[in-house]
């Protein structure tokens, strides 16, 4: 971060504590390169510092506390925003950073509604999260906070991010939806309109959050290509298709976004038509002729030179009789 960064941020949080960036965010897919790559990158980081050093400066002015609290009196929110990933670079370098400077900014939480002295976090999950593996408090501002501040807190802290990815959003707005949140409060603490909020709720609600956390955030794969997937999903076959693509072999070894191709990749293969058969035998148990369906496909295959005569003498009767049973098919008979 420029030293002008620095001195922006630190008249922020003011005299509470030196400002220093925590791991900056991963970029997202697709950015320019170069120097506009650079310049875009830095400003969104900037951006991200400021809105986290404006919320701690607003805590502060309104006469909330940081407190230093046990990582383990702290729960998770209640209605999660993040996929967990086994592998996180991003998570690496916040806890480096934690270890080297400290906490720089606190996280959010409330009294705990159930369990005397303990809370729950409205955000920075991730913070919290280091703490616990460093072994060291976690710096907090304690506030009493009902289920819809509590989520607006933590849509609204969510807002300047550039690292949530649209399937993330997407099953977060399922969770809320879940918990009886209505569509307004749904689309104001995602900072987005109804139309979005409508997209981001029919694909995770179209999509089993199984296959969801088994893709993982994918954060290369943008709305339009999860809007048609969960289009293919929901053909016949579709969750059948996911369900086998996710036990195959080395999928789990596979990056977050392959595992979204390689999914997409079966959910666009062809099902091969259901084949039966059936073998038609007299009283006694001869065999008479074999029947084979596949499809639209109806092969009988006689046996017996009889029962093939039989078959050629009551076809065109069979034709008279489906065609009075179906008036508006009309055979054609050459």
């Known amino acids: ?77 209640f209605i999660r925003d993040r996929i967990p990933v086994d592998e996180d670079p991003e998570f690496e370098r916040l806890k480096q950073s934690i270890q080297g400077s400290g906490q720089q900014v606190p996280i959010l939480v409330r009294p705990d509604p159930v369990k005397a002295g303990h809370y729950q976090a409205a955000y920075g ?30 849509g609204q802290e969510n807002g300047p991010r550039v690292d949530l990815s649209f399937i993330e959003r997407a099953l977060f707005a399922r969770r809320m939806d879940e918990h009886g949140f209505n569509r307004d409060m749904i689309a104001k603490a995602l900072a987005t309109d109804k139309p979005e909020t409508s997209r981001l709720l029919q694909v995770a609600q179209t999509i089993d959050p199984e296959i969801i956390l088994a893709i993982g955030p994918a954060p290369k794969v943008g709305r339009p290509r999860w809007l048609a997937f969960a289009e293919k999903y929901r053909e016949a076959g579709g969750q059948k298709k996911a369900q086998a693509a996710i036990h195959t ?61 039989f078959l050629a003498r009551r076809l065109a009767g069979l034709a008279t009789e489906f065609e009075e049973e179906n008036e508006a098919v009309k055979p054609i008979v050459s």
Do not use: Y
């Open 1 to 77: 971060m420029s030293p002008k960064g620095r001195d922006i941020l630190k008249s922020m949080v003011g005299a509470v504590e030196p400002a220093r960036p925590e791991a900056p965010s991963a970029p997202p897919p697709h950015r320019p390169s170069g120097a506009v790559k650079a310049m875009n990158l830095s400003l969104g980081r900037l951006g991200e510092e400021a809105a986290a050093a404006k919320a701690l400066r607003e805590s502060l002015a309104s006469g909330d506390k940081v407190l230093e609290i046990d990582p383990a009196a702290v729960e998770m929110s």
């Open 125 to 154: 999950h991730r913070r919290l999260r280091a703490a616990a593996e460093i072994g060291i408090p976690v710096k907090a501002v304690v506030r009493k906070l009902t289920d819809e501040e509590l989520i607006l807190a933590q």
């Open 249 to 309: 072999a080395g999928f789990d070894a596979r990056e977050t976004n392959s595992r979204f191709d390689i999914i997409w990749k079966a959910l666009e293969e062809k099902s091969a038509p259901q084949r039966s058969e059936q073998t038609l035998r007299t009283q006694g148990g001869a065999q008479l002729a074999s029947v084979t369906r596949s499809g639209k496909t109806f092969r009988i295959t006689a046996k017996s030179g009889a029962f093939s005569e």
